[in-house]
């Protein structure tokens, strides 16, 4: 715990988690309440604690497995979440290692030990939040984060305003999926093929198709037209 920011540490919104196996082989992490041992809720903030009363719970209650922070607008924290980011070799992959030095804020391993989470102050432009192409996740509000201190030693030990750099950042990895989508061919809305059935149907209705075929006969060879 030494390792975690006091800037983290000073905001009272912490709670612990329980690791609880899936079928599929992953895990969910269920929050908890410091105080009570019961079920914890990122909307409920009396089910949130201090650091040092989480922290203890997480060390005396057999059942939890860590501690975690609560994201809220008021906090203003950011969390950017690198999934499988971290290589055999304990080296980053390039386009994480990129994102880590431009957010230059303090940043830790995740508790799979292939992750990277980096903490920031600042706010996250609308929009979308994921992209599983790659890897990366933004979280600012209703979410709880797990914090291991396990700190990424390239990275600064306090945890910095960042909100032009986030930005940045959210442009460079949505703008591109946005743009891959909008390249997507798109079928005719079911009202645009009405439309045409009916103005076939029209007295003009042989040449409309002609024209809609791409036969300019019947327009004197005038394409504008």
Same mark, same amino acid.
């Given at each position: ?33 410091p ?32 501690v ?19 290589? #055999?070799?304990?080296? *980053?992959?390039?386009?994480? @290692? ?6 230059? +804020?303090? %940043? ?34 209703e ?41 997507? #061919?798109?079928?005719? *809305?079911?009202?645009?093929? @009405? ?6 149907? +029209?007295? %003009? ?5 002609k ?8 327009s004197?060879?005038d394409?504008?037209?």
């Amino acid at each position: 715990p030494e390792n975690i920011p006091q800037e983290l540490t000073a905001i009272p919104q912490w709670i612990g988690y329980q690791l609880v196996p899936k079928p599929n082989g992953k895990t969910d992490k269920i929050p908890k309440n410091p105080q009570s041992g019961s079920n914890a809720s990122v909307t409920a903030p009396d089910t949130w604690s201090d650091f040092m009363t989480a922290l203890d719970f997480a060390y005396h209650a057999k059942t939890v497995d860590g501690v975690a922070i609560i994201l809220s607008e008021q906090a203003g924290l950011v969390v950017i979440d690198l999934d499988d980011c971290v290589l #055999p070799d304990g080296n *980053l992959q390039p386009a994480a @290692q990129q994102i880590i030095s431009e957010l230059d +804020s303090y %940043s830790e391993i995740s508790p799979s030990g292939r992750g990277v989470h980096i903490f920031v102050f600042g706010k996250l432009p609308p929009g979308r939040r994921k992209s599983q192409q790659q890897g990366i996740e933004m979280y600012e509000t209703e979410r709880f984060m797990t914090v291991t201190g396990n700190h990424l030693p390239s990275t600064p030990k306090c945890v910095h305003e960042r909100t032009a750099a986030l930005q940045a950042l959210h442009t460079h990895v949505f703008n591109t999926a946005q743009t891959n989508e909008t390249d997507t #061919p798109q079928a005719p *809305l079911e009202c645009d093929q @009405q439309l045409w059935q009916t103005m076939f149907a +029209s007295s %003009s209705g042989t040449k409309l198709h002609k024209l809609f075929s791409g036969d300019i006969s019947v327009s004197r060879h005038d394409a504008s037209q």
